[in-house]
C-alpha cells in the first residue's frame, strides 16, 4: 500500500514549502500525521529523498510519525519546529 502519487507529490511540495518559509532558519523538527499509517512508507520515501545524510553538513531534522483521524478528509498533516539561531 502507498500514498497515491499525487499525496506523495503534495507532501514533497510541502516540505519544500517548509524549506523556503524557514529562510536562513534550520529545520530541527517534523511531526507527520498519516490519516492511515499503513502510508508510512511512501512518506519515509519522500522524507528521505528530501533530507538526505549529506545535506546540512550532515544534520537530520528529527521526526516523529503519528496515525490518526484527520479532519476534512486530510491524509497528511505536517508541523515543523524551526532553528532561528543564537540571541
Excluded at 42 to 58: C, I, K, L, Q, W
Excluded at 68 to 83: D, H, K, V
Aim: net charge positive; charged share 25%.
Amino acid at each position: 500500500r502507498s500514498l497515491p502519487a499525487i499525496s506523495c507529490v503534495e507532501f514533497e511540495d510541502c516540505l519544500n514549502r517548509l524549506d523556503q518559509a524557514a529562510g536562513a532558519a534550520r529545520i530541527v523538527a517534523v511531526t507527520a500525521t498519516l490519516a492511515d499509517i499503513r502510508d508510512y512508507e511512501a512518506m519515509n520515501r519522500v522524507y528521505e529523498r528530501h533530507f538526505p545524510p549529506a545535506r546540512n553538513d550532515g544534520f537530520k531534522p528529527a521526526r516523529n510519525t503519528l496515525g490518526r483521524a484527520l479532519p476534512g478528509g486530510q491524509r497528511l498533516q505536517l508541523e515543523a519546529t524551526l532553528y532561528l539561531g543564537a540571541k
